[in-house]
């Protein structure tokens, strides 16, 4: 008997499909397979996480900085650590480019709450890079923020069973320092190609972002 | 007495590379991803090269490093990320194949022993036919 939570909440492909923007210089990242970059960043509406370190993740947290998310869970063998280790790999090269990365943040969301406490997500997150943040909720706040981005996760728990699996979304959204959702970068996930592509998006966008 | 010994440990390698060569299956650039603190499920990778002109099929894979060990696939359906469990992986006469990140790999659960980079851990693979090959799989972060 396996009991299902299905959240999956696809906003329309025309809307994820990266369109060229007729003013803007954006253009000169356009078409790509990398990173969809969305003509009009979607403002982000208010959501109540949890970080590992037990203070509040709310909307606040993502205001003033570039921010990465990914929607994953620590049980998870091939796909988490080989994005949080891309992710890693991307920071420490934005570490080291001209314009650094203090304005920039990696949060990794649990949907997994059952099993990631904020001590076992703490663990986790800061082995990959001790700048890492890793933040969950309950079921209604981790579909609240899916949903705002067009993330899909399912959780197959069977009773009993420690081992279930989970299913999720496997890119990484990007948050602009206005908390509007303004890219997504899809898999297969290289450190550099998003180290560049962001940087790049960074300079243009400037000022106007934040 | 010093080229004596050194030519008793060429005999004595030529067995092991003459094996390795005519394998029927060979295996490189094995390891297994170093586990986050915490974590219990570990992921094993490698090219598996085919050198028959038949197909030959993986059909389980086992260790007495881990409780469990488990031939899993990534894959991707209409946008949500997840493993399954892959009862056989055939691989293509002469041609190779690999386990890597976001595709095929072996599902390790649970290690013996804390497993850290640099170490080595021993996996045994099957195939249909009865051929099995242990393998060493480097620890790599």
């Not at chain 1, 899809?186 to 106007?208: C, K, M, N």
């Not at chain 2, 390698?13 to 295996?27: F, K, N, R, T, W």
């Amino acid at each position: 008997m396996m009991t299902s939570v299905v959240l999956a909440v696809m906003l329309g492909g025309v809307w994820l499909a990266a369109t060229y923007r007729e003013n803007g210089s954006r253009a000169i990242l356009l078409p790509d397979q990398v990173m969809t970059l969305f003509p009009d960043p979607k403002p982000l509406t208010a959501f109540a996480f949890t970080d590992h370190e037990n203070r509040v993740f709310d909307l606040s947290r993502l205001k003033g900085k570039w921010s990465f998310l990914f929607f994953g869970y620590t049980h998870c063998p091939d796909v988490c650590p080989t994005t949080l280790a891309t992710l890693a790999r991307a920071h420490e090269s934005m570490v080291k480019s001209t314009a650094g990365a203090k304005d920039v943040q990696f949060v990794f969301i649990s949907v997994d709450p059952k099993r990631d406490t904020a001590g076992k997500l703490g663990q986790y997150v800061t082995y990959f890079d001790a700048s890492f943040l890793g933040v969950t909720g309950d079921n209604a706040q981790l579909g609240n923020l899916a949903g705002q981005l067009g993330a899909v996760y399912e959780l197959a728990i069977t009773p009993g069973v420690d081992n279930y699996p989970v299913y999720h979304s496997a890119a990484v959204f990007l948050v602009d320092p206005r908390a509007r959702y303004h890219a997504v970068f899809a898999p297969p996930l290289d450190a550099e190609a998003i180290s560049r592509r962001f940087e790049l998006l960074r300079d243009l966008e400037g000022p106007e972002a934040t | 007495m010093k080229s004596r010994h050194l030519v008793g440990l060429i005999w004595a390698l030529i067995p092991i590379a003459a094996a390795a060569e005519g394998a029927d299956v060979s295996v490189r650039d094995a390891w297994v991803r170093e586990a986050p603190p915490g974590v219990s499920m570990m992921a094993g990778y490698m090219v598996l090269q085919n050198n028959t002109s038949r197909a030959q099929m993986l059909v389980a894979a086992r260790s007495s490093g881990f409780e469990s060990v488990m031939i899993h696939r990534t894959r991707v359906k209409q946008g949500l990320t997840g493993m399954e469990h892959a009862p056989q992986v055939e691989l293509l006469p002469n041609a190779n194949l690999s386990f890597a990140p976001g595709g095929y790999h072996l599902m390790l659960l649970n290690p013996k022993r804390a497993l850290r980079a640099g170490d080595r851990v021993d996996i045994t693979l099957e195939f249909r036919g009865g051929l099995v090959i242990s393998v060493a799989y480097e620890v790599r972060k």
